[in-house]
């Protein structure tokens, strides 16, 4: 048999885990389980690049990675691991720096969006990000990312790196290539940014039920409609954006939206609730899952990680011309 692609991709354990975490990519990361040798992480080390204190990530680690079990990433199938208890990606890091132009992270539009809004804490962590995020993919060999839209122009940059590093010693590593996901950006309760734990804007998978409905009910919806017997517009409506992804039966809701024959408010309830059963199974198994499971994982996982990448770093050591690892 062939040997199966490698897939690697993270997440930031920044607040809790979100409908746009779960749609536009945790969900296509656990179908992608039944077909590839996956890697997952919890981008601890990033996450350090706007929260500098480690401490207050902690919990947060917690929960993010229970969220992902809960939805079905499989530590047998998958090697799931937390970035920073495997330090050989800093190293990796480092040494893709010297063939990464700083023009190149420069102009990159996360760097520029970030820095732009906060002018206070533009640190070199921040520029060099798209270069830890390379070292987390090639450490591993990663051939698929499975990433949203939004990561595109890092994957653009990561494949340069990659091409140049290649070019200046050895051949090590294969060009990674970003796995869209399917589902489009999807947008906060706001109905205007991408939806975003910074933001704050999320709509919970995981969470009470009370605390969805609360979200649900805050959504911005229809500008344009004023009263419940005007015509609504559903196309420019956020909460029926959120109708595609929950009812088979969406366009029903969207004509009813269309005639005036449903108010913002009850469809509000509607998707709530739907939202609300539709995850109800994924709050149950994480109701079970304790710290220490959850921990254990996660420490196998990055025991597994880190035996592939010392490899990688002494082939990547020997090609640069740096001596073996003590
Ligand atoms: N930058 C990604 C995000 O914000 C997280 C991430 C870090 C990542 N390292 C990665 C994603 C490697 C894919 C591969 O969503």
Same mark, same amino acid.
């Given at each position: 048999m062939a040997e199966r692609m490698r897939i690697l991709s993270g997440m930031r354990p920044t607040g809790r885990f979100h409908l746009g975490n779960y749609l536009g990519a945790a969900k296509n990361w656990v179908e992608l389980q039944n077909q590839y040798e996956c890697f997952y992480f919890v981008a601890d080390y990033h996450a350090l690049t706007t929260e500098p204190?480690?401490?207050?990530?902690?919990?947060?680690?917690f929960d993010l990675t229970a969220d992902l079990l809960a939805v079905g990433l499989d530590p047998k199938r998958s090697v799931i691991y937390q970035q920073s208890k495997v330090p050989?990606?800093?190293?990796?890091?480092?040494?893709?720096?010297?063939?990464?132009?700083?023009?190149? $992270?420069?102009?990159?539009?996360?760097?520029?969006e970030m820095?732009?809004?906060h002018p206070d804490n533009v640190n070199l962590g921040l520029l060099s990000y798209p270069v830890l995020q390379g070292a987390?993919?090639?450490? $591993?060999?990663?051939?698929?990312v499975p990433v949203g839209k939004d990561q595109l122009p890092h994957l653009e940059l990561i494949r340069e790196v990659?091409?140049?590093?290649?070019?200046?010693?050895?051949?090590?590593?294969?060009?990674?290539?970003?796995l869209l996901t399917e589902a489009p950006n999807i947008k906060g309760t706001d109905g205007k940014q991408r939806m975003s734990k910074t933001v704050g804007n999320i709509v919970g998978v995981t969470d009470d039920p009370e605390v969805i409905r609360k979200q649900v009910r805050s959504m911005v919806t229809d500008v344009k409609r004023t009263y419940m017997t005007q015509p609504g517009h559903p196309r420019t409506c956020n909460v029926c954006a959120?109708?595609?992804?929950?009812?088979?039966?969406?366009?029903h809701y969207w004509d009813l939206c269309r005639k005036a024959q449903i108010g913002c408010g009850k469809k509000k309830e509607l998707l709530a609730e739907r939202i609300i059963e539709t995850f109800q199974p994924f709050r149950e198994v994480r109701a079970e899952l304790s710290q220490e499971r959850v921990a254990g994982i996660l420490e196998?996982?990055?025991?597994?990680?880190?035996?592939?990448?010392?490899?990688?770093?002494a082939e990547v050591r020997q090609a640069v011309g740096l001596p073996p690892v003590l």
């Open positions: 204190d480690g401490h207050t990530v902690e919990a947060k680690i050989e990606v800093a190293e990796l890091s480092l040494l893709l720096s010297m063939v990464t132009p700083l023009s190149w $992270v420069l102009r990159t539009p996360t760097f520029k820095a732009k809004k987390d993919i090639v450490m $591993v060999k990663g051939q698929g990659v091409r140049k590093f290649n070019r200046t010693y050895a051949p090590v590593f294969p060009e990674p290539r970003a959120l109708y595609k992804f929950f009812f088979d039966d969406w366009q196998a996982g990055s025991e597994a990680a880190r035996a592939v990448a010392r490899q990688t770093l």
